[in-house]
């Protein structure tokens, strides 16, 4: 199984950017297919972006043209690329990892989340 360690949320203004990190160890990165979720205060737990292990991308639809996933398989990373970002994008952000890829991904291992607050 492997571990994830998320980095990288903080506060910003609206229209701001903010990069989201996700280290991964004791398992072969390069086999998962890497997702990032958010939870907002009162709502559940949300699929922002996947990448497949082959590099295929899929964004929500409230993010596509803001939020860029990518992940580096060299470094066991994950990344999240949030430009643009409103209010609405405030949320606890989790990486997860798992096998599969859209409606058929099946995340096996989270992290511990990283808090993000866009403030108007």
């Known amino acids: 199984q492997v571990q994830l360690v998320e980095s990288g949320g903080g506060s910003v203004q609206t229209g701001g950017s903010l990069r989201l990190s996700c280290a991964a160890s004791?398992?072969?990165?390069?086999?998962?297919?890497m997702a990032w979720y958010r939870q907002a205060p009162g709502k559940q737990r949300e699929l922002v972006a996947q990448?497949?292990?082959?590099?295929?991308?899929g964004y929500a639809d409230s993010v596509k043209g803001r939020f860029t996933i990518s992940r580096d398989n060299a470094k066991n990373t994950l990344y999240l690329q949030m430009n643009s970002l409103k209010p609405e994008d405030t949320a606890d952000y989790y990486c997860s990892a798992g096998l599969g890829y859209g409606v058929t991904y099946a995340a096996s291992s989270w992290g511990q989340g990283t808090q993000v607050t866009v403030s108007s």
């Open positions: 004791g398992s072969i990165f390069i086999l998962y297919t």
């Open positions: 990448i497949s292990n082959g590099g295929v991308t």
